[in-house]
């Protein structure tokens, strides 16, 4: 065990937990291992073999030739009543069990203390760390050892920020949210029943993450007001990347993470509203950023989109199609022009339309990215169900053009010699054919 805190000290964090016999083997992030076993008591004395038969007449147990007048035939019993099973508890590793509250109308769960991984070793998984629970008693009785081992390195500091084409802002997320008015809606097979409320998935915000070799992607986030209150879940980080201007290359900004936020419950929709800080748990504790993400809501009502952006890539790169949505004056809100449909995006997907043309440039689509082996141009259908119950689907999916541009390879020119003598001193080359 203090092997194990000896290394979370040094800065070493978890790579990967496996079941190795009756133990338990941890790979760390330099590659070396730490196997832990688990307690086994000494063997016993082999014990006495028993004979045991069945009285033909009594049909009792007869065990070594004595009647133990216990009957092997059972009789139907009075029917009982039927009950919720014992289950083991994932933040403690003891059994539950459950009795009827009738003022709850419902089972109550009670720990019962007891172990129910006996002896053994085991792991919790916290998301952003493994809790392992170390035996140290031969029969399991005892509060077992408990030990934070880390997945990455340890984040001490969080800042939650907006990122609008390159510029880091003040951190502002708008909720969206609108209702499936006089009828029921259907898209991608899912259907929203009539005046359900209907909200955006599509909500960012981001985080810049000390140190910046954290991996903020193993970590789980809420966010959280002054008095406790999370009306609001974050999820999916990822690692934010922009496009070099020289090289036209996505690449990850080191420190930054991307992230998804999305109502809890629609019961939150219109009462939501304020500052909140983004929180996550660490082997270590709570990290919090400051409460200065502004979050508003919105109910929509009308959405008109009027173009979606044609977008273009050099071969043999992903492009990510989500970009469609965001154009200048791509649509109107509520009578505002707007130049991001994503916030007001409930469900998406996206489709080859001439998948002949497709295989001709050797093109591929996975989700939202999109590839191309050979230049030219393809038509994606966009299909999508906005907060307010626009349905574009099929027949009336919006089309976009992608274009895959040929790049040819650059080429390092080699040295030029120049021969000049007296009766040609004088050379002129126009600087035009300079290239």
């Known amino acids: ?27 760390w992030s330099d590659n070396t291992t730490s196997t832990i076993g688990t307690i086994k008591g000494d063997k016993g004395d082999k014990g006495d073999a028993a004979t045991i038969t069945i009285d033909p007449v009594t049909k009792n147990f007869i065990i070594n030739n004595e009647d133990t007048g216990i009957c092997s035939e059972g009789k139907n019993g009075v029917n009982g009543i039927n009950a919720k099973a014992p289950s083991i508890s994932k933040e403690t590793g003891n059994w539950v069990t459950y009795e009827w509250d009738a003022e709850k109308n419902d089972y109550v769960g009670t720990d019962t203390g007891i172990s129910a991984m006996g002896a053994s070793t085991y792991v919790v998984d916290k998301t952003s760390y493994w809790e ?18 880390p997945k990455a390195a340890s984040i001490t500091s969080l800042k939650a920020v907006s990122i609008n084409d390159g510029r880091i802002e003040a951190a502002n997320v708008t909720m969206s949210y609108g209702k499936a ?13 009539k005046d359900a409320i209907l909200l955006s998935q599509t909500s960012t915000l981001s985080a810049i993450v000390n140190p910046q070799d954290a991996d903020a992607t193993k970590y789980a986030y809420i966010l959280s007001d002054s008095k406790g209150n999370m009306p609001f879940k974050v999820t999916n980080p990822v690692a934010n990347m922009t496009e070099d201007a020289l090289t036209r290359a996505a690449s990850v900004n080191k420190g930054v993470f991307d992230m998804t936020v999305e109502y809890l419950s629609t019961a939150n929709c219109g009462k939501s509203a304020g500052t909140y800080a983004l929180t996550t748990e660490t082997a270590d504790g709570l990290v919090a950023s400051a409460y200065d993400v502004k979050v508003t809501e919105k109910a929509v009502s009308a959405i008109t ?83 307010n119950g626009t349905v574009a689907e099929a027949a009336a999916a919006k089309t976009i053009t992608v274009t895959f541009i040929y790049v040819a390879p650059s080429t390092t020119l080699g040295d030029v010699e120049w021969t000049v003598n007296k009766t040609n001193a004088d050379f002129f080359l126009p600087l035009g054919d300079i290239q």
Do not use: M, R, W
Request: proline share 1%.
């Open 305 to 387: 989109v009027t173009s979606l952006k044609a977008l273009s890539v050099d071969i043999n790169k992903e492009l990510d199609l989500i970009g469609c949505f965001k154009n200048t004056a791509v649509a109107t809100v509520d009578g505002t022009a707007v130049a991001d449909l994503t916030p007001y995006i409930v469900d998406y997907y996206f489709e080859i339309a001439d998948k002949t043309a497709a295989a001709n440039l050797g093109a591929t689509i996975s989700g939202n990215t999109i590839k191309a082996e050979k230049a030219g141009s393809l038509n994606i259908k966009v299909n999508y169900l906005l907060v």
């Open 132 to 149: 392992l629970h170390v035996a140290t008693s031969e029969n399991g009785e005892g509060e077992p050892a408990v030990i934070k081992l």
């Open 181 to 193: 008015l006089g009828a029921d809606v259907k898209f991608n097979n899912v259907t929203y029943k």
């Open 1 to 27: 065990i203090s092997d194990l805190q000896a290394k979370v000290g040094d800065g070493k964090f978890v790579t990967n937990v496996v079941k190795n016999g009756d133990g338990i083997t941890i790979t």
